[in-house]
């Protein structure tokens, strides 16, 4: 009986921090919209290193989406905040530049082998000196509802 009592309270944590884990990700959403969306001003016109130094959560992975073309390659990044597989619960800034390293200097830093993606720590330095053009934060409309307790 004892086990049986212990087993259902170990299951129920569980069930919490389930919970937590999605509180969490309205958080980050507000966080995105209203300290970054919302005052982007502060961000345009200066290198990217102001925002990355804003930022109160670390981004996990950057991507190239400006295409395949030599002469807009690396002109628009997406910084992610987390790995999660499910796009719609991706949190995501998506960062434009003018001027960006030509192509055979960037392509590398993105895909340093065959098959192989270029790491963070790789991409955030090339970026750090370029001045953002525009910033935007992936549209939340159709996620999850927003947390109303948090206020930025």
Do not use: W
């Not at 963070?120 to 159709?142: A, F, G, H």
């Amino acid at each position: 009986m004892k086990k049986i009592i212990i087993l259902l309270f170990v299951c129920l944590g569980f069930v919490k921090a389930k919970a937590q884990t999605f509180h969490s990700y309205a958080d980050t959403a507000n966080y995105l919209i209203h300290e970054i969306e919302n005052k982007k001003s502060l961000y345009v016109g200066q290198p990217l290193s102001v925002l990355l130094d804003s930022l109160k959560i670390q981004p996990a992975d950057v991507i190239n989406a400006g295409g395949q073309q030599k002469t807009t390659f690396g002109k628009t990044i997406i910084i992610y905040f987390n790995y999660e597989r499910d796009f719609s619960k991706k949190h995501s800034i998506i960062l434009d530049f003018d001027t960006v390293p030509d192509y055979a200097q960037l392509f590398p830093v993105f895909f340093p082998a065959a098959g192989g993606g270029g790491s963070l720590n790789d991409i955030i330095p090339v970026y750090k000196t370029l001045i953002v053009k525009d910033v935007v934060v992936k549209d939340y409309t159709s996620d999850e509802p927003k947390n109303p307790d948090v206020h930025y």
